[in-house]
């Protein structure tokens, strides 16, 4: 069965510091994997994906994540962070070629950005 | 208008109300999803429609009922509401068979409803 963990509800960086906000995912086939935004009084936005192809993928807003299959995991950086970064960051896996509906979220991390 | 679009934006109903949500999209997808977001929960799937069939029902209590007319529009009705159902409802929509074709969801704003 897939799951999807979140290490740390919550994450406070420095304004202008690494951001690193971790996901690690079980799934008995390659995943596809998500990772999403949300700001307060808003839905889910997706910042970017992995399908195939490259393990490195850029987002949008200088995000990136690294897909690390010996690892099982996909973390989600950025080299500096801005006050606007504040937001609750979901990580999602999906499995394929199932079939299905499913993508599983993470319980998300709240990033606090400290000026 | 673009994107995906949820009314009302938010919802006071008391346990005997009859109420709906709302959701249309304007992405010419073919899925379209209910989630509930709680507070300190992972988000939970509600339902999915996949040109305009339910596919995904998990065990969803009655008092909720989805209604899919079209592939543009999905609705949520509300009937007997317990205070625990307050929560974010997220409607969602996706192209191609969704998770099993690596196409993203993309969201609303969701509906805050609270239950009295």
């Known amino acids: 069965a897939q799951s999807v963990t979140q290490l740390g509800s919550h994450v406070s960086v420095s304004e202008g510091a690494l951001v690193l906000l971790r996901c690690n995912y079980s799934?008995?086939?390659?995943?596809?994997l998500f990772w999403y935004v949300q700001y307060p009084n808003q839905g889910l936005q997706l910042l970017l994906k992995y399908t195939t192809g490259a393990t490195l993928v850029k987002g949008i807003n200088g995000f990136e994540a690294e897909f690390k299959k010996s690892e099982t995991s996909f973390h989600l950086t950025k080299p500096s962070a801005h006050m606007s970064d504040a937001a609750e960051y979901f990580c999602a896996v999906s499995d394929r070629p199932s079939g299905t509906y499913k993508y599983i979220f993470g319980t998300g991390t709240r990033l606090k950005v400290l000026a | 208008e673009t994107g995906v679009t949820q009314t009302p934006r938010h919802l006071v109903m008391g346990m005997t109300n009859k109420k709906s949500l709302k959701c249309e999209q304007h992405?010419?997808?073919?899925?379209m999803y209910w989630y509930k977001q709680s507070a300190k929960k992972p988000l939970e799937l509600m339902f999915v429609y996949s040109l305009e069939e339910r596919v995904e029902n998990n065990s969803v209590p009655s008092r909720f009922s989805p209604e899919c007319p079209n592939s543009s529009h999905l609705f949520l009705h509300l009937h007997t509401l317990q205070p625990e159902d307050s929560a974010l409802y997220l409607c969602?929509?996706?192209?191609?068979?969704?998770?099993?074709?690596?196409?993203?969801?993309?969201f609303g704003n969701g509906t805050r409803l609270t239950v009295t």
């Open positions: 969602a929509s996706s192209q191609d068979g969704g998770g099993a074709s690596g196409s993203p969801l993309h």
């Open positions: 992405l010419g997808h073919n899925a």
């Open positions: 799934s008995s086939v390659p995943p596809y």
